[in-house]
């Protein structure tokens, strides 16, 4: 063969070569720039400067949670996904697998907001939203009985109902500022967790599941815990990526903490 059939023999090869490559990219991975994997973009307008903003897995589909609680978290270090910060009211979350979350934001001044909805307690129950709403007469009972009731802890508040007439799950804030066992290895120890209890109407009233879901539980000193605004937005909670393609938006108004207008805790 001469030189130039050489040079047309390699040059068709490296045609064919390339078009095995291209072929093998667009196999793997779809059209040419097309993500491998979600995003999500939250825009949080109005405010103040904040230390953290931080997407958390806390469930499955099936709503078990994705990991153990740690008994001992930190409120000010929350296990999450940081955001990339795009410009002063944006941040991008990428390559996030398919799942549902809670959007986490921590502000410098002891201030921390956690999104959430309401998992499943039982099994093959389906999610409730954090938004979805629950009868004044059903809410009304149920609160009353959280609140007659005996618990470990000295501060017990239900923050947030959702619903229907048949299952009610609940928000609930539980604090024990008293002296715990903790105090010989930490002294002025107190605790903060949040659960999701249920309560299932059956033969005319409102009965309480034993089963709840833990969603967090902090451990640190009392007059620290004291000085926190930790609260719950509906708004930040059950963000969900269904595919691993899906590019999400949240707008998010960063609210006035002074009008107390969410629930969780507050100064004491």
Not at 22 to 30: D, K, P, R
Not at 220 to 249: Q, S
Request: aromatic fraction near 10%; hydrophobic fraction near 35%.
């Amino acid at each position: 063969m001469d030189s130039a059939g050489e040079q047309e023999m390699l040059c068709r090869t490296d045609r064919l070569a390339w078009v095995t490559i291209v072929s093998v990219c667009l196999a793997i991975g779809g059209r040419p720039g097309l993500s491998l994997s979600a995003e999500v973009t939250l825009h949080i307008r109005n405010a103040p400067p904040l230390q953290l903003v931080g997407l958390i897995q806390r469930w499955d589909r099936d709503g078990n949670p994705v990991r153990p609680v740690d008994p001992k978290a930190k409120i000010d270090s929350p296990q999450c996904i940081s955001g990339r910060q795009r410009n002063q009211e944006t941040w991008v979350f990428e390559g996030l697998s398919p799942g549902r979350y809670d959007a986490v934001l921590l502000g410098n001044e002891r201030i921390r907001i956690d999104g959430f909805d309401f998992p499943p307690v039982l099994e093959f129950d389906p999610f409730f939203r954090g938004d979805t709403e629950v009868d004044e007469e059903h809410r009304k009972t149920i609160e009353e009985d959280i609140r007659a009731s005996r618990h470990y802890e000295n501060k017990v508040e239900p923050l947030y109902f959702g619903g229907n007439d048949e299952v009610v799950r609940v928000l609930v804030m539980l604090i024990r500022d008293l002296p715990t066992s903790y105090e010989a290895d930490f002294p002025g120890a107190a605790t903060i967790r949040h659960e999701i209890w249920q309560y299932t109407w059956m033969y005319g009233g409102w009965r309480k599941e034993k089963r709840t879901r833990v969603i967090d539980r902090c451990i640190l000193h009392r007059d620290e815990l004291r000085k926190w605004t930790w609260l719950w937005d509906p708004r930040l909670g059950g963000i969900e990526v269904k595919n691993k393609n899906d590019e999400i938006t949240v707008e998010y108004e960063f609210p006035n903490t002074a009008e107390r207008g969410l629930k969780g805790l507050y100064p004491y």
